[in-house]
Structures are given as structure tokens and as C-alpha cells.
């Protein structure tokens, strides 16, 4: 085992998923050391054969041979957990079946209580750190591990994924067996193809891999902005490619999602560069709060433009990503930008899916790729259609509480000071109130139902 690998793995388990980041990125680390580190993906010693069949009758309530009629030994295993081929007893399909490691609870905690307290010291002797919240981000890091730990909560998330991908061309998730999964065990259909980490096996196989590099980021993209729900943790450990060309996603421990109006925002930032408008990322970037409002629009406009037009229309092979993102925190510090921690999941993802599509792919042109996901998003999302649909939203809203606007009126006006006499006129007032309430919401249903139509 080589020696990052080796020291990761001693550290613990908090530790061999920031490995496992590391991995996709050998514009940062090198392509010996990202190499070295995909072993974190999936090839880590194993716990034993006899441990995790002890798990699976604790946690199913029946012997292993009620259940499956073939169980081999670890085919993969992480660090959290590994995975055994077996076949369901009463129907003879092939599945996956993750069972979490021994005893990893506690591990993790001894981790995240290490990180909390690495945080508070980085925190108290350095007050320029503050601005990136490292406590936040500890707690927030913690949240999403716990989430990790309950096998249940991961077949739940599989199974919307699913749901919400259903459609995506050339992508499928394995369906989930719930009825045999519990908290630390998890069955899945058996998923048969090529690790995405074995790039060579996939061209061997005649696959086409410029096309898959550029389908993993679209597909990012498409999932992130249009759902709002996506894969979080899209290392090469985690995908696969089927024998028809199809990408197959597993693992779904750590998902994340955003709400519409960040989801409009980035898309706006996007754009904004692919289009070269960097006054208009700025503004966005003031707008959504990202940049403190005291500072000079301008200079911010003239600081991404430093960022953007050195990389852009170039390859993945003609940027140094180090350098970028050495700049970029220099930005970010200048500007007194924040950590926002609820962006924490998708900022990291778009690094890792973009590693995954340079390894793939390495002349790969992120903005050529990005541009027509994050247009056709825009058009849908951002203008007349998206207002229509807010405004249909806000009058839904309005409508259910209708009946009530009178009665809310009236014991908010009675509660200001009013002389008791003026009382029934304040009813009055409140029964007109909600009257023309009624009318704005009907209009505005039947206006954006006649525009939509």
C-alpha cells in the first residue's frame, strides 16, 4: 500500500474520504498520487466474510441461507463499508449487498470530534479564518456522515434518485431490494459493468470515452439544476459503465440537494462566464448575498474576469487547476466572501464530477459541455415562463389561505390601537381586504393559465 494511502487509512475513516476527493483531481495531486489514492475508492482491506454474515442475520432477523442462496466474499470495500455479490433464495436475481463496517460509528465519531476540535483552535489563533466558518462546516460534514451510517436512509435516497432519473438517457440506478435492507445492510441489484476508474478497460471495450466524459457532467448538471437532488459522492469508485454504454450510479449515502431560487443563481453564474458577461455574474453574486454589499461591484466584475478569460475555450489539459483555485481563494478572501455551507455538497461535487470527466476525457472543454445543460435550463427557468409559474405558486398560496384574510385582517388591525367604536368599520375593512384579495389571486390564476395555454 503506498504511503498516502497507508497514512489516510490509519487516520480514520473522515480522513480516506477526503482521499477519495483527492483521487479525482490529478491536475491538483498529480497523476501518480491521484492514482495511488483511487485505492481509497474501493480497494481497502476488508473486514471478514464471517463479520459481515454475522451483520446480515442480525439485521435482516434470519439466517444468511433463508435469505440468499449464494454469498461471496468482499468485492469492494470503503470506508464505511464493503460489498458482497450474492443471489436472492426466492427469485434467483443477482444482487449487491453493502454491509457497513464493524464498530464504524465510533470510529467516525472520534474523527468529527477531532475535526471540532481542530476547528475551534483554527478559529480562536486565526480570526481571518472565521469568514470560512470551519465549525459550520465540522457540523454540517457530521450531519451528512450520520445521514451515511443508516442503510435505510440510503435505499430511501436510492430509490428517489431512481425515480427522479428515470428519464436520463444512458444513466440507470440499480434497483433497491428494501425488504431485505435494515440499518447497517443494504441490497441493490446486481449492477454488471466497468469501474469508471479503469479508463483503459473502457476504450479496450470500445467504448467512447470523450462521450462519457462529457455525459457525466451533463449529467451533473441536468440533475443539480432541474431536480434539485444529486449524487454527491460521484467518485470513479461509485459509477460504472455498462456493456451498452450506459452509466451506472451506485452508492447513495451522501446526496445533496438545493432549492429552486439557488438553483437559478448558479445557473445565472454559469452562464454569466460562458458567455463572458462578468459584470452580470458580479451582480448576481451581490444580489444573492454571496459578496458583502459594501464592496466595489466593479472590482469584483474585473476580479472574475481574471478568473475567466485565461480558462476559458481552453481544454482541461491547458489549465492548472491548483493555480485557479489558488486565485480563487485569494478572491474570495479580498471580497470577504463566506463559506455558505448549505453549497458545501454541490461545490464539492462540480470539483470531483469534473475530475471524473478529465480522467475520462483529459482535453475534455468543461464551458463547451456545460453550455447547452445550463442554456436549455435558463430558458425554462429564468424569464416569462418562470414567472408565470412563480406567480401561479404565490397565488396557490394565497388561495388556500382566501377564507382566512378577513379574519387576519380584522385581529391585526384590532391589535394596533384602535378606539372600540371603530371597530365594526374595521370588520368591514377587513371583509373588503379579503374580497379584493380573492379578485388579485383569481386574476392572476386565470392570466397565467391563459398565457400558458
Do not use: C
Request: aromatic share 8%; net charge negative; no cysteine.
Amino acid at each position: 500500500m503506498p504511503p498516502a494511502v497507508r497514512a489516510l487509512t490509519a487516520l480514520g475513516p473522515a480522513y480516506i474520504k477526503f482521499g477519495q476527493v483527492l483521487s479525482t483531481r490529478p491536475d491538483v495531486v498529480g497523476d501518480e498520487l491521484a492514482l495511488q489514492l483511487r485505492v481509497l475508492q474501493d480497494r481497502l482491506p476488508p473486514f471478514s466474510t464471517e463479520q459481515a454474515i454475522a451483520t446480515v442475520e442480525a439485521e435482516l432477523g434470519a439466517p444468511l441461507d433463508a435469505v440468499f442462496s449464494e454469498f461471496s466474499d468482499p468485492v469492494a470495500a470503503a470506508s464505511i463499508a464493503q460489498v458482497h455479490k450474492a443471489k436472492l433464495k426466492d427469485t434467483g436475481q443477482e444482487v449487491a449487498v453493502k454491509i457497513l463496517r464493524p464498530n464504524i460509528e465510533k470510529a467516525f465519531r472520534k474523527d468529527i470530534d477531532a475535526f471540532y476540535f481542530a476547528a475551534s483552535i483554527v478559529e480562536l489563533i486565526s480570526p481571518a479564518s472565521r469568514r470560512l466558518h470551519p465549525t459550520e462546516v465540522i457540523k454540517h460534514f457530521d450531519s451528512v456522515v450520520k445521514g451515511e451510517l443508516d442503510l435505510r436512509l440510503e435505499a430511501a435516497a436510492a430509490g428517489e434518485y431512481a425515480a427522479k432519473t428515470v428519464k436520463d438517457a444512458g444513466f440507470s440506478v440499480p434497483h433497491t431490494y428494501f425488504f431485505h435492507s435494515a440499518k447497517r445492510v443494504m441490497t441493490m441489484e446486481w449492477a454488471e459493468g466497468i469501474a469508471f476508474g479503469e479508463v483503459e478497460k473502457i476504450g479496450a471495450a470500445g467504448h467512447d470515452r470523450k462521450a462519457l466524459g462529457q455525459r457525466v457532467l451533463q449529467l451533473f448538471l441536468r440533475q443539480a439544476l432541474n431536480d434539485g437532488y444529486f449524487h454527491a459522492d460521484m467518485h470513479q469508485g461509485n459509477l460504472k459503465v455498462s456493456a451498452s454504454g450506459e452509466i451506472i450510479a451506485y452508492d447513495f449515502g451522501i446526496m445533496g440537494r438545493i432549492d429552486e431560487y439557488t438553483r437559478r443563481v448558479y445557473a445565472e453564474i454559469l452562464i454569466g462566464f460562458i458567455r463572458k458577461d462578468y459584470r452580470r455574474v458580479a451582480e448576481v453574486h451581490f444580489e444573492a448575498g454571496y459578496v458583502p454589499a459594501d464592496r466595489d461591484i466593479d472590482e469584483f466584475a474585473q476580479a472574475l474576469r481574471a478568473v475567466g478569460e485565461p480558462i476559458f475555450g481552453m481544454n482541461a489539459t491547458q489549465i492548472s487547476m491548483a493555480h485557479l483555485l489558488a486565485y480563487l481563494f485569494e478572491v474570495t478572501e479580498r471580497f470577504g466572501m463566506e463559506t455558505r455551507t448549505e453549497l458545501i455538497l454541490l461545490q464539492r461535487t462540480m470539483v470531483v464530477v469534473e475530475g471524473v470527466a478529465r480522467t475520462m476525457y483529459p482535453e475534455i472543454n468543461i464551458w463547451q459541455v456545460a453550455q447547452p445543460v445550463v442554456e436549455d435550463y435558463i430558458k425554462e427557468n429564468v424569464g416569462p415562463k418562470a414567472l408565470i409559474r412563480d406567480l401561479i405558486s404565490t397565488a396557490q398560496v394565497l388561495g388556500r389561505f382566501g377564507p382566512k384574510l378577513p379574519h387576519l385582517m380584522e385581529v391585526a388591525l384590532n391589535q394596533s390601537v384602535t378606539p372600540k367604536d371603530t371597530i365594526p368599520a374595521t370588520r368591514k375593512l377587513a371583509n373588503l381586504g379579503g374580497f379584493i384579495a380573492g379578485v388579485v389571486v383569481t386574476g392572476v390564476v386565470v392570466f397565467a393559465w391563459a398565457v400558458l395555454a
